[in-house]
């Protein structure tokens, strides 16, 4: 007997169906991923599961007394009391003990007495985990379960899941955590449920296989609509008996087409070039570091760190939560005054940075108001465009635009982030934690565009996945408190190091490490001169494993099968734009509206040489 069973359930929010009459059955013993674009109703319906929200109609069964503990994404900042008290008032029914309550606390490095309210975000969410998984439940419904969380800690969380999470349902954005962790998959699709009786890395093979066939049907479908609509042109009399059977049919294909149309994009991400920057981007120099309100003022968080970054480098910060990560990116910024030592920074340096706290979004202000002002256009490429077409390249339609970020997903919110980063021109990204909360399509393409970003990227992730696919170096917070550099990605720097081989040149110590309670103990022995970074990185990548087959990947089928329509659209276009520049009357207007069509028409015109240039490429790739 099904343990959660949902039938026919449907929701709307507004006018849009969320769900349209979904199905779910969730057996002892599932540990399913819940997969979807941001903004679908992933969290929506672990809400709905655990009865805090109800479905307009159809059915949510639970079996009776089966107990259910739900980690959401929603920040519960009213709660005032200590982080023990939260797991111990969040327990529904309240059943759990202090002993267990603060063996998970301990294991997410939090402290028991602390203030709740006092917490950052972050550490909300791990005493809100660990009240989810003091609770013991039958049924785990977690969200986002590894958003703030070191790598770590991380990894002890799978293990904990595969051996104790008798039933779990998760939402996550972290591939290496569902390959470990889930035994089946359901997809939430434009408000339908897709459910898959297999792993993650199994769902990935099937779906590339069903995507194979559907892109054969859709050649063929295409092909057939294209010479109906032929014959409909060259004027044969269709309203004719023997002919309107044809017709109706061709109306059908028509419609068919506009619902494929409709279904959601992808994410264009393109970050804009501010050219190159100086050879040398950063030199730290015995660079040390105490905040000044710390309980323990005589040990630095960053002590005698050493390191050089390089135009072109790709970096992955990593280690446990507190060890002094973001710390060195505002050091490097120049947002933070070391205490000894320097930072020597590059010439014509452009620097982006993405907030992990996204503090550069103001909630109560709308989509269109936090990325341009409030203004109908921004300047993107140093060309204007509208904010409403920018902002579909980032799947924000004109009527989510209006709406107030505090409303958005979490995902949502890192989307407008980078769309408001990368409408800037940038020779060095920074990033702190891009990853969290962005559904997988999207995560890739982030990944494609950084590798393929012609700058500097300096990194911070727990996502294993995306460190090792995009960097070429580490530095490696440790947590027995020694930072170390290492040229490879961060599995690479894991198993040197499983195997009791040197992890890497000594670059200094953090003290943050050391108190980290996500440790697992596998912390290496400083090594000098054994990966050193004179090593180059296109001769450490070459030895790496090779990232992936050069084949037609999922996303890119989904890119080539939408070009013809996107260069028929731009064909279009132009010839709009022509017809309007034949008309004399055209340069009778103000000077700014000339100018800005005669611009548009120049991008119109770049764009379909590159959607052209770009089918070819694609299409001459083995499926």
Not at 30 to 52: E, F, H, P, Q, Y
Not at 152 to 165: K, M, N, S, V
Request: contains cysteine.
């Amino acid at each position: 007997m099904a343990l959660i069973s949902l039938k026919d359930v449907q929701l709307r929010f507004g006018d849009e169906p969320l769900f349209a009459g979904i199905d779910l059955h969730i057996q002892s013993g599932d540990r399913l991923v819940l997969l979807g674009r941001n903004g679908v109703g992933k969290s929506t319906l672990l809400r709905l599961i655990a009865g805090r929200i109800e479905p307009d109609s159809g059915a949510a069964a639970i079996s009776n007394e089966v107990r259910v503990a739900l980690l959401s994404q929603e920040d519960e900042t009213g709660f005032v009391g200590t982080a023990l008290e939260y797991c111990l008032e969040a327990a529904n029914p309240p059943a759990i003990s202090e002993v267990e309550a603060q063996k998970f606390l301990t294991r997410l490095g939090m402290q028991a007495d602390e203030g709740f309210a006092t917490l950052s975000g972050g550490g909300r969410r791990r005493v809100m985990l660990a009240a989810a998984l003091a609770a013991e439940p039958e049924v785990l419904l977690l969200d986002e379960p590894t958003n703030h969380l070191d790598i770590d800690t991380a990894i002890w969380l799978e293990g904990y899941l595969q051996r104790e999470a008798a039933t779990l349902l998760m939402i996550t954005h972290d591939r290496a955590f569902a390959k470990a962790v889930a035994n089946r998959v359901a997809e939430l699709d434009r408000g339908e449920l897709f459910s898959f009786d297999c792993g993650y890395e199994e769902f990935l093979r099937r779906r590339d296989s069903q995507l194979e066939s559907e892109q054969q049907q859709r050649a063929a479908f295409d092909r057939k609509l294209a010479a109906e609509e032929a014959w409909l042109r060259r004027g044969v009399k269709a309203r004719r008996t023997r002919d309107e059977g044809r017709v109706r049919a061709l109306l059908k294909m028509r419609e068919e087409f506009r619902q494929r149309r409709n279904r959601l994009g992808s994410v264009n991400l393109k970050a804009e070039d501010a050219g190159r920057s100086g050879k040398l981007v950063a030199e730290v120099s015995n660079l040390s570091f105490t905040y000044p309100d710390s309980q323990e003022p005589d040990r630095p968080l960053i002590h005698g760190l050493s390191t050089t970054i390089m135009r072109g480098d790709k970096v992955g910060i990593v280690g446990p939560n507190g060890a002094g990560k973001t710390t060195l990116i505002r050091l490097l910024l120049g947002e933070l005054t070391p205490d000894a030592g320097h930072v020597r920074t590059g010439t014509n340096l452009q620097p982006l940075y993405f907030d992990q706290m996204r503090s550069q979004l103001d909630p109560d202000r709308t989509v269109v108001e936090n990325l341009s002002g409030g203004d109908d256009q921004l300047i993107v490429g140093g060309k204007p465009k509208h904010v409403n077409a920018y902002l579909q390249d980032f799947l924000f339609n004109p009527e989510r635009a209006r709406n107030p970020v505090k409303i958005l997903s979490g995902g949502e919110r890192n989307r407008l982030l980078l769309a408001k980063l990368f409408a800037q021109p940038s020779n060095l990204l920074i990033l702190d934690e891009p990853t969290n909360d962005l559904d997988m399509e999207t995560l890739d393409l982030l990944e494609d565009m950084l590798l393929q970003y012609p700058g500097t990227v300096l990194l911070v992730s727990h996502d294993r996945e995306f460190l090792d696919n995009v960097v070429t170096d580490c530095l490696v917070f440790t947590p027995d408190g020694d930072i170390h550099e290492f040229v490879g990605g961060y599995s690479d720097w894991r198993q040197r190091v499983a195997a009791g081989l040197p992890g890497g040149t000594s670059a200094g110590t953090a003290a943050g490490g050391a108190r980290s309670a996500g440790s697992t103990g596998n912390s290496p022995t400083s090594s000098h001169g054994d990966d050193s970074r004179s090593d180059s990185s296109t001769a450490a990548a070459g030895s790496r494993p090779t990232r992936r087959e050069r084949k037609l990947s999922y996303k890119e089928a989904r890119e080539l099968e939408s070009l013809p329509e996107r260069i028929a659209g731009l064909e279009q276009r132009i010839e709009e734009l022509h017809t309007a520049m034949a008309d004399p009357e055209f340069y009778r207007q103000e000077g700014d509206q000339v100018a800005q069509l005669t611009g548009e028409l120049q991008d119109c015109e770049e764009q379909l040489e590159a959607a052209f240039h770009r089918w070819e490429e694609l299409d001459q790739l083995p499926q």
